[in-house]
């Protein structure tokens, strides 16, 4: 038995009454910031631990698993769909910084999700559940949340600009759609919990029951409701799917349940200049992660290629801009 | 101008290797790894093929835009200090033209199945 298996052993009576040990202990994926593992109680119970690995490098804009925890917590009290977390573990104790939360059914894979015959039933009543949940996940009150940074519009394409301007490249793509959003930048008015990286591809999407679980809260911070709302319209993660939200629904399915569910009204206009922000955002993340391959930080052929991603961006921008010319 | 291979021919030769020979013996990471290889030949290939005529056609739309001789480069980066610079407007109907026609070349070279090139293209036939 591991010395993870047993420490988390010793957890097992408060992850699910009536457990002595765990089971089937087996890593998902594991990035250098971040692991994920699967097992069970031995009373069935299935589960999911997310640690920091002991020597993490770290990510830029995560937050701490712990402030990822009661996120999810705060998330759970307002009515989101979100796995339940069991026990936070402290970065001291043997586990190291982690937390245990349970294991929802479905799938995450945004192709299967947007264009898979088995999710055929859900996709119509998907871009709703959306809107719902993030209504649900924007009514969260700030007080009592653990500290978190504060983002714009503006500082957010500042941080991206920085990004691709550290990059080197010369973009006329990038020029334009930096210097279009920096003349419309909306000011943020009243900031609420944003996800940050509220996407297909993070949500747990179950054949029946539809959306079960939104995942992967470590870009949350505190900004405009637009951003959540535009970055899963953003054509990147549509799989392939003919719909703008997520592949699978329509911009009027997602707007008018988050306004029945209690999401302060937003306009499409202002959604479509989040979309464009997210492809220009993506965009310079396919660039930083080819830089990995050209600087020798990971000489991989697929960090290399990942930098050919950058122009199936710079396509949605330039659509997106001549819709809005 | 080399042939008994063209290098289209290495290409395929390495591509079909990589595909039939190497990929089966393969797990996980390294799988995955050999799909992208096989994707990264067969840019190159359509890049060997068509490169250089996009890049010729862009240089001559930018010679229009700017109004005067240069290379692609030196073009390209005045391009983009203009548009930084708020001398041509994101939105200017020529400049849009000249993004649509250059960004359809290199998408059809990178990434020829990305559902936002066949939009970009219905758009413009």
Partial sequence: MSDLEQALSALAPTLDAGARSIVNLRRLSGG???ETWA???????PLILRRKPPSATGSGNAVPLATEAALIQAATRAGAPVPKVLAVSPPDSEIGEAYVMGRLEG??????IARDPPFAGVRPGLAAQCGKALAAIHSIPLEGLPELATSS?????????????GAGAERPIFEAAIRYLRDRAPQLDAPVLVHGDFRNG???????????????WELAHLGDPAEDLGWICTRSWRFGGGKPVGGFGDYADLLEAYEAAGGKPVSLQRVLYWEMLGSLKWGCMCLTMYLAYATGSDPSVERAMIGRRTSETEIDLVALLEAAA | MISHPTSAEL???????IEERVSPQLKDRDAFHARVAVNALAAIKREMAGGAAAEAAQVERLIELLGHDG?????????CTKIREGRLSPTDPALLAHFKASIIDQVRIDQPNYAGLKALEQGST
Avoid at chain 1, 107 to 112: I, Q
């Fill in chain 1, 153 to 165: 519009a503006l500082t957010e394409l500042e941080k991206y600009e920085s990004v691709y301007r």
């Fill in chain 1, 202 to 216: 993070n949500i747990m999407v179950h054949p029946e029951q539809g959306l079960t679980g939104v995942l992967d």
């Fill in chain 1, 39 to 45: 097992f069970e109680t031995d009373s069935g119970a």
């Fill in chain 2, 71 to 79: 290379d692609w480069a030196e073009l390209n980066s005045e391009l």
């Fill in chain 1, 107 to 112: 799938e995450t894979l945004g192709k299967r």
């Fill in chain 2, 11 to 17: 290409m395929d030769s390495v591509i079909r290797f």
């Fill in chain 1, 32 to 34: 250098a910031s971040q």
